[in-house]
C-alpha cells in the first residue's frame, strides 16, 4: 500500500483546502483513474486536518495518481510537491494507523477520526474501488482502533474537536447568563457532536440550528427548551441574536458573506464567527467588520496543542502497540500473497514435516528468531493440551 499525505503539519487551513475534494470531486477522480491507470484500490481521506490518497499499487501507480490529482487543482504544483508527504508499505500501514488511533491528529487522541476513516472506506466500496489489500488493511486499522479505545486512556480523555469548540465557545461567552448559539451544519457528524457537547455543557444555552429539510425529518434533535430547528436560508435573521456562530458543513460555497452579515446585524454586541469547515465555510472579511470576530480550525489546533501534553504517556504505549499491528499486518499480508501466488510451494509443504521444516528453519534464521519459533510451538502445544483436558 502506498499513501499520500497533506495534512495540518504542513500547510495551514488557507492553503490546505485547496487540495480538499468534495463528494462529486473525489466520484470524478474514481471515475479518471479507472480510465488512466490499472487500479483496483484507491481510498481518498479527505477531512479538515488532512487531505490523504491511499492506494495498492506500485510507485508508477501513485505517479498518476498524484499527476489526477493535480489536474483537478491546477497552478497548485508548487505548493504540492513543496509539502506532499509520501508513505509506502510498512510506513504506509503505519501511518494510517498512527492516524486512525489519533496519533497524528491536532488534537491528540480524538476519535472523529475513526468515523471519518470507516466512511472513506465504505465511500470506496460503494465506487468498486476497495481492492481485497485496502479491504484488509482498513479493517485491520478499524479493529485496532476498537483495541485502543477499550484498553488505554488515550481516547477517554476529554480532548477532541468537539470539547475543544465547545470550551471556546463557553469561554467567549462567559459574562452571558444565556449564550445565543448559531449552528449551521448541525445534522452533519461534526456539527451534531458540538451540539450535543455544547447542551451537554450548559443548561442555559440556545441554539439555533439549521437544516436543509423543509419537514425537518430524520433530525438528531427536535425542537426542545435549548434548540430550535430552523431552515438554512433563514440563517441570516439571526445572525444578530447570536454570540456565537458556527458554521460546519461540507458547502462548496460561503454560508455567510461579510455584505449579508453587516446588512443583518443591528446590536453591537461582540460576536464570535467560527469556521470549522474546510474549505471555510466563512468569509474572511467578516472579521473586519465592528465586533465581529472570526476563527478557523487553526485556532482550534491552536488550543489542542495545549491539551496534547496530557495525552503524551499514553501515545506512547500506544506507539509501541501500532508497531506490533503493523509487524503482524505485514506478516499477514506475506501469507495472503505466498498462498495466493505459491500454490505449488504450498501444496508441495503439507506433504513435510514439521521437524523438516524446523531443521531449515535453524539453518537460515539468527538464534534469537529461531528461539522465539520454538517458544510459539511450545505454547502452542500446551495450550492444544489445555483444550483437551476441557
Same mark, same amino acid.
Given at each position: 500500500? $502506498?499513501?499520500?499525505?497533506? +495534512? $495540518?503539519? !504542513?500547510?495551514?487551513?488557507? &492553503?490546505?483546502?485547496?487540495? /480538499?475534494? @468534495?463528494?462529486?470531486? *473525489?466520484?470524478?477522480?474514481? /471515475?479518471?483513474? *479507472?480510465?488512466?491507470? /490499472?487500479?483496483?484500490g484507491v481510498i481518498l481521506l479527505m477531512t479538515c486536518n488532512r487531505c490523504e490518497i491511499y492506494a495498492a499499487g506500485s510507485k508508477d501507480t501513485m505517479s498518476v495518481i498524484e499527476r489526477i490529482w493535480l489536474a483537478q487543482k491546477p497552478g497548485k504544483e508548487e505548493l504540492f510537491y513543496e509539502h506532499i508527504m509520501r508513505y509506502e508499505k510498512e510506513n504506509a500501514i503505519r501511518h494510517l494507523y498512527r492516524v486512525i488511533c489519533g496519533l497524528d491528529s491536532a488534537v491528540l487522541g480524538e476519535v472523529e477520526i475513526i468515523h471519518q476513516i470507516k466512511a472513506a472506506y465504505l465511500f470506496s466500496k460503494a465506487h468498486d474501488m476497495l481492492d481485497p489489500t485496502l479491504h484488509i488493511i482498513f479493517q485491520g486499522a478499524l479493529?485496532?482502533?476498537?483495541?485502543?479505545?477499550? @484498553? $488505554? @486512556? =488515550?481516547?477517554?480523555? #476529554? %480532548?477532541?474537536?468537539?470539547?475543544?469548540?465547545?470550551?471556546? %465557545?463557553? &469561554?467567549?461567552? !462567559?459574562?452571558?447568563?444565556? #449564550?445565543?448559539?448559531?449552528?449551521?451544519?448541525?445534522r452533519g457528524e461534526m456539527g451534531n457532536i458540538i451540539m450535543k457537547d455544547i447542551v451537554d455543557a450548559c443548561q442555559t444555552v440556545q441554539i439555533v440550528a439549521t437544516t436543509r429539510k423543509h419537514h425537518r425529518q430524520g433530525l438528531a434533535f427536535a425542537d426542545t427548551k435549548q434548540i430550535r430547528w430552523v431552515h438554512y436560508e433563514e440563517r441570516y435573521d439571526y445572525v444578530d441574536w447570536a454570540d456565537v456562530v458556527i458554521s460546519a458543513t461540507n458547502s462548496p460555497h460561503y454560508t455567510f458573506v461579510a &455584505?449579508? %452579515? *453587516?446588512? $443583518?446585524?443591528?446590536?453591537? +454586541?461582540?460576536?464570535?464567527?467560527?469556521? =470549522?469547515?474546510? #474549505?471555510?465555510?466563512?468569509?474572511?472579511?467578516?472579521?473586519t467588520l465592528s465586533d465581529c470576530v472570526i476563527e478557523n480550525m487553526d485556532y482550534i489546533e491552536s488550543l489542542a496543542k495545549h491539551n496534547n501534553q496530557k495525552k503524551l504517556s499514553e501515545a506512547k504505549k500506544v506507539e509501541l502497540y501500532i508497531q506490533e499491528k503493523t509487524d503482524e499486518m505485514e506478516k499477514t499480508l506475506l501469507m495472503r500473497d505466498f498462498y495466493a501466488k505459491k500454490k505449488e510451494q504450498t501444496v508441495w509443504l503439507q506433504d513435510k514435516s514439521a521437524s523438516w521444516l524446523l531443521y531449515r528453519l535453524k539453518d537460515h534464521v539468527d538464534h534469537n528468531c529461531f528461539a522465539q519459533i520454538l517458544d510459539v510451538i511450545g505454547t502452542a502445544q500446551e495450550q492444544s493440551t489445555e483444550r483437551k483436558e476441557l
Open positions: 500500500m $502506498y499513501c499520500i499525505s497533506i +495534512n $495540518y503539519k !504542513q500547510l495551514k487551513t488557507e &492553503s490546505r483546502e485547496a487540495f /480538499s475534494m @468534495q463528494e462529486k470531486e *473525489q466520484e470524478a477522480f474514481f /471515475s479518471r483513474i *479507472q480510465k488512466e491507470v /490499472s487500479i483496483d479493529h485496532l482502533a476498537k483495541e485502543i479505545a477499550s @484498553q $488505554y @486512556q =488515550l481516547t477517554k480523555l #476529554p %480532548v477532541s474537536v468537539g470539547t475543544l469548540t465547545t470550551g471556546a %465557545v463557553l &469561554s467567549f461567552c !462567559q459574562e452571558k447568563k444565556e #449564550p445565543h448559539i448559531l449552528l449551521v451544519g448541525a &455584505s449579508k %452579515v *453587516q446588512k $443583518y446585524l443591528k446590536e453591537s +454586541n461582540m460576536r464570535l464567527f467560527l469556521d =470549522l469547515a474546510v #474549505p471555510r465555510d466563512i468569509e474572511e472579511e467578516i472579521g
